[in-house]
């Protein structure tokens, strides 16, 4: 079996034994990190809806945040991990940290310069990006929304370059710290609201909110770059692009870029249809996109965020190699499953005592609460799918093909076009419901789509390295243990349901999560004593 384990110069690390030990406790770190800063933006999500609601004010914020957001994804997380972190970790498995340092170096610069360049032209352009990305806004809703975003690109161009010290610390295995930076970002969006939002109406209110919003995003980055600068022992930019490594980085960067920008057209084409749906489509898609990104941030992105330097660090013959990769792929999917599963069940069966713990309070009302539920429910769909895809995507990232992703990326995007629009604007006329529920169908059909995409990436990358996946048998005992969970979640969401919001998610989500884990450990399922193991020690 090949050896994934490299000895970095500035951390001491255990050695990987038989079981992934080194694997599963850094995705328990990934998610502990994850988890702090989620948790931190629901509280800042719950504080949003108090002042806000699903007002025009909230529509327009959240559709300008969207616009500068597309930059901080393009740049982001995904992508430099995909182009940065295989070819860097791989230099640092080689001993070679004084060209890990300058190919850093090199793409710390690079990044700074086009990032600078967009910001600019985002700016300017703003008013035809309004008329591109929410076309259904008019009179003063459309005037705030190119107002919030002006305010907000130079902060997306922060957060892009996080991205960037996200790549670096995941490299030296220092997960926890990269995760939970965003905590900065959102702490200082709600001590905005909370200093602010009895002072100010809501159009005034969402201004100021922005401004917050970009000095939190320099804050993220600040937090990070002392270890950074310690890790590299200096930064050493320059725009050297003839380096191999570099040009590797950038060559690499691109299928990934376009990749993440064809996803994001898929998003935008979601916010698009959702503006021209009735008020407070917009603002509701994003509180339950919110949700949703739970499970997939905790669970997808943790597993997938730690397998990646350990599989970009994998040494020996083709056949070491791809009998490493399916070992953590299988490992990887059993721990996403072993999570995401109860988070479908939850969701669709008890995600109204979710929703309204979060969100019910102030502007945000009960019929809110049903609204955004459904728009969940039918998220469910593709929860399971997306998270998985991530992992494949890793392990195709990690064999330097980043192409492959993306002819399927674009296929999904195609379907989700499609589907989206059949789905969120002739449909709900043709059945004889509310155009607003509309917007359940674009989740509807974003998650089918991302069905086709999953198939697709495991069917061509078990050609590749061989079979992977996990058994039926195993899929079936988690079914059993999530719907048992929320028949009983069910249960007492009815018996108590007059509880407020936060108390009956007490005595409904501790049961809930109570039963799973019996039940689950019953049917000899391990997952839950490594979970515990993790959890205490």
Same mark, same amino acid.
């Given at each position: ?89 791989? +230099? ?33 352009? &703003? ?24 305010? +907000? ?26 995760? &939970? ?87 935008? !084409? ?82 109204? !005592? ?128 999530? +719907? ?45 004593? &490594? ?7």
């Amino acid at each position: 079996m090949a050896n994934f384990n490299s000895t970095l110069p500035e951390t001491q690390f255990e050695k990987s034994d038989p079981h992934d030990s080194g694997s599963k406790r850094y995705a328990f770190s990934v998610a502990a990190g994850i988890l702090i800063s989620r948790v931190a933006g629901l509280i800042r999500d719950r504080i949003f809806a108090h002042y806000f609601g699903n007002s025009d004010a909230a529509d327009a914020f959240k559709a300008a945040f969207r616009i500068p957001n597309f930059l901080q994804n393009l740049f982001g997380e995904g992508v430099l991990s995909a182009s940065f972190i295989p070819v860097y970790a791989g +230099l640092l498995a080689h001993k070679d940290n004084e060209e890990a340092r300058r190919t850093a170096g090199a793409i710390a610069a690079i990044l700074a310069l086009v990032i600078s360049i967009l910001v600019l032209i985002g700016i300017l352009t &703003t008013p035809y990006l309004i008329d591109i990305i929410a076309p259904g806004f008019s009179g003063e809703k459309r005037e705030l929304t190119i107002r919030l975003v002006k305010i +907000l690109f130079p902060g997306a161009g922060f957060l892009a370059f996080s991205a960037w010290c996200l790549g670096i610390l995941n490299s030296h295995r220092r997960f926890f710290l990269s995760y &939970t930076a965003p905590v900065v970002w959102n702490a200082t969006l709600i001590a905005t609201m909370l200093y602010f939002g009895s002072r100010y109406q809501q159009y005034p209110l969402a201004e100021i909110l922005a401004w917050g919003s970009v000095l939190g995003s320099g804050l993220q980055v600040c937090v990070q770059i002392p270890s950074v600068l310690k890790i590299l022992k200096g930064l050493f930019l320059s725009l050297n692009y003839h380096s191999r490594n570099v040009k590797t980085v950038v060559v690499n960067f691109v299928p990934v870029f376009v990749g993440r920008g064809v996803v994001q057209i898929s998003a935008y !084409v979601d916010a698009l249809l959702a503006s021209l749906l009735p008020t407070g489509a917009v603002a509701a898609l994003t509180y339950a996109q919110t949700i949703y990104m739970l499970p997939v941030s905790l669970f997808g992105m943790s597993v997938s965020a730690a397998q990646l330097p350990l599989m970009s660090g994998a040494t020996g013959n083709d056949h070491e190699v791809a009998n490493a990769l399916r070992t953590r792929l299988d490992s990887g999917l059993r721990h996403i499953a072993f999570f995401v599963l109860p988070s479908v069940a939850a969701f669709l069966l008890i995600g109204d !005592v979710i929703v309204a713990a979060i969100y019910q309070t102030g502007q945000f009302v009960r019929a809110d609460v049903f609204y955004v539920w459904g728009i969940l429910a039918g998220a469910t769909v593709g929860l399971l799918s997306s998270t998985f895809g991530r992992l494949y995507s890793s392990a195709y990232y990690a064999l330097r093909d980043t192409k492959t992703p993306l002819r399927f990326a674009i296929l999904r995007v195609v379907l989700t076009t499609v589907l989206g629009y059949l789905c969120a604007i002739p449909l709900p006329s043709a059945i004889g419901i509310n155009p607003r529920w509309g917007v359940a169908g674009l989740t509807i059909s974003a998650g089918i789509s991302s069905w086709v995409e999953f198939i697709l990436l495991r069917r061509s990358l078990n050609r590749r390295i061989g079979r992977t996946g996990l058994k039926a048998r195993y899929i079936a005992k988690l079914w059993i243990a999530a +719907l048992t969970a929320a028949a009983a979640g069910w249960g007492l969401r009815n018996y108590f349901a007059h509880q407020s919001p936060i108390l009956l998610a007490v005595l409904v989500l501790l049961p809930f999560a109570t039963v799973y884990f019996t039940v689950s450990m019953a049917l000899g399922l391990t997952d839950i004593r &490594t979970f515990f193991r993790r959890l205490m020690g």
